[in-house]
């Protein structure tokens, strides 16, 4: 499968810790996207990267979130000091044009 | 922020054609329009894109007026899989930050 790949697939956490998600984008493709989606919603853009540059955030980004990308590969998401309303689907996604191709997400539950 | 506009929702019948249109008045010159498909607990999957007239692929047609601030997504005979939440989104890499997901629009197709 040369799609997207996130892991986990499903996280349960206590509030207060701190979790991590990975995501391996599409070989060769050197941007990749950080999005949230709450349930009956959309997805809402997170973060950019080009290559390993960080180019975007959003004001959803709070402080306790941060996103990696080393080596303009594999990218992280850490959420520190986990909240209940951070429960959510996290999607990543990879482009090398105008088109972004998705992962199957990583669902978080906070509880 | 070029936001879109769809309906909540729709139903259709197997076997029916069903046209989805989506509203972006604020589109800008270089944006392209791009329409995905998106199962429960799953990321999105792209169907089409494109940037003006009339775009087909063996899933879909995507038709965009001269004006743009418009599209339609048509699927053709739809069958009981194609149940989904369809996302109208507008931009382009160049401006990342200006994606807009939106609600998106729930289809139910009965048999």
């Known amino acids: 499968d040369t799609g997207v790949s996130q892991d986990p697939r499903h996280k349960i956490t206590k509030r207060g810790q701190n979790v991590t998600f990975r995501c391996d984008p599409i070989s060769e493709h050197n941007r990749l996207y950080w999005y949230r989606q709450t349930l009956g919603q959309g997805p809402e853009f997170l973060t950019y990267f080009q290559n390993e540059a960080q180019l975007e955030k959003s004001r959803l980004l709070s402080d306790r979130f941060s996103a990696e990308r080393p080596k303009g590969s594999f990218s992280t998401l850490e959420i520190q000091r986990t909240e209940q309303g951070d429960s959510a689907m996290y999607l990543c996604?990879?482009?090398?044009?105008?088109?972004?191709?998705f992962g199957p997400g990583t669902r978080l539950t906070v509880l | 922020l070029a936001k879109t506009t769809q309906p909540i929702s729709m139903d259709s019948y197997e076997g029916q054609e069903v046209n989805i249109t989506c509203s972006h008045n604020n589109i800008a010159t270089n944006d392209y329009i791009t329409w995905y498909q998106q199962f429960p607990s799953q990321g999105p999957r792209f169907i089409i894109q494109g940037y003006k007239t009339k775009v087909t692929n063996e899933v879909a047609s995507l038709f965009i007026p001269a004006d743009r601030k418009s599209s339609t997504l048509s699927l053709p005979r739809v069958s009981l899989s194609d149940t989904a939440v369809y996302y109208c989104l507008v931009g382009g890499v160049y401006n990342f930050n200006k994606f807009y997901f939106g609600s998106g629009t729930k289809l139910n197709v009965k048999p």
């Open positions: 996604a990879s482009s090398h044009s105008d088109t972004q191709y």
